[in-house]
């Protein structure tokens, strides 16, 4: 597939990236990447997204070229959709009328482009993007770099995340060599909080339960806690991280209350506890310790369903920092 996707980027020359609603490092820096790898081949291409960049990635080289739009409103030779689990995600109302071509790393995502790229080996749909360059002959340059590597930190949780491997260390390597500086773009994603996003993470953590086995725990986020704290969506980003660091916790959901009964529910896990699968059941998906879904439910209901589900991956999962359990 990745064959075809050169074939497609050397036949045609207008371009457009984009990606799902409340970009992430992985799909703004591979979207970033790509969009330099396509300038550097000298090929008109840009970022289109229907929300900002978040203030986490606007050091990213590129960010401020990102054109935020309500719909595609320009002509394109193809359109390329990041790290999205189906058509609808980019917000895009009228992407399927376009060329589609799907590139992502989730192995739970739609076959809804003209051209799908999936790699479910890939850490990061950066991996991909780098590999293209590499494929295409393009130049590494320090802005693809800090692109790709933004991509890689951020998708591996910072390399904590069982996605990292030999391989993901490898490519790390080769774009520090290329430019990215490591401790600069860790400073600009993890170190340039806005005040409101500590007070808004003090109050949802204030929410923390666990289980009566004390291995699964929750946090909730109401529209109420935001108001109050002056924080946005954006700054509740990585918070599901620190539930996860209690020793005996190994898996985590995050309830952020959106609108009208709408909630999106994050959910993390350690070791070999599924939560994609638990995400599945409800429409979403993800990676095996990552993942998540949107959905119009009441509260107490469906975090009693989650909650279940979860203690179902749990219970299944042998391994507990490196001890056999059995299941309660």
């Known amino acids: 597939m990745l064959g075809q996707v050169i074939e497609l980027i050397e036949k045609h020359e207008r371009f457009a990236i984009t990606s799902h609603i409340r970009p ?11 969009c330099w790898i396509l300038r550097g081949l000298k090929k008109d291409a840009e970022v289109i997204m229907c929300d900002h960049v978040p203030l986490a990635y606007s050091k990213l080289p ?19 959709v990041i790290e999205c689990s189906d058509v609808t ?55 693809i770099a800090s692109c790709v ?20 260390f490898k490519i790390a390597s080769e774009l520090v060599k290329h430019g990215a500086q490591p401790a600069k773009l860790s400073q600009a994603i993890f170190y340039s909080y806005p005040y409101a996003k500590i007070l808004l993470i003090g109050t949802v953590l204030s929410t923390l339960q666990r289980d009566e086995s004390g291995r699964i725990a929750w946090i ?5 806690a935001m108001t109050e704290s002056g924080a946005n969506e954006d700054d509740s980003d990585g918070v599901i991280n620190y539930p996860l660091t209690v020793g ?16 999106r529910i994050s959910l993390r896990s350690k070791n ?43 219970q299944t999962s042998p391994v507990v920092n490196g001890r056999e359990i059995k299941p309660r």
């Open 220 to 224: 909730t986020m109401t529209r109420k």
């Open 149 to 168: 590597y933004a991509a890689l930190l951020t998708d591996t949780g910072s390399f904590h995340f069982s996605n990292t491997t030999e391989r993901t």
């Open 89 to 143: 995600r980019p917000g895009l109302p009228s992407l399927n009328e376009q060329f589609v071509v799907n590139i992502d790393h989730h192995s739970t995502t739609a076959l809804f482009g003209d051209l799908n790229w999936i790699d479910s080996t890939a850490a990061a749909v950066g991996e991909m993007i780098y590999n293209l360059a590499k494929a295409i002959g393009s130049r590494i340059t320090p802005e």
């Open 24 to 34: 992430d490092g992985d799909s703004l820096g591979s979207s970033l990447a790509l």
């Open 248 to 263: 005996d916790v190994e898996a985590v959901a995050f309830f952020r209350e959106l609108q009208d009964s709408t909630y």
């Open 272 to 314: 070999r506890v599924n939560v994609a699968r638990v995400a599945e059941q409800f429409g979403g998906g993800g990676h095996c310790n990552a993942a998540g879904f949107t959905i119009k439910a009441d509260y107490d209901h469906l975090s009693k369903d989650v909650i279940s589900k979860l203690k179902e991956a749990v």
């Open 62 to 80: 590129g960010s401020e070229l990102v054109r935020v739009v309500p719909d595609i409103d320009r002509e394109y030779d193809a359109v390329f």
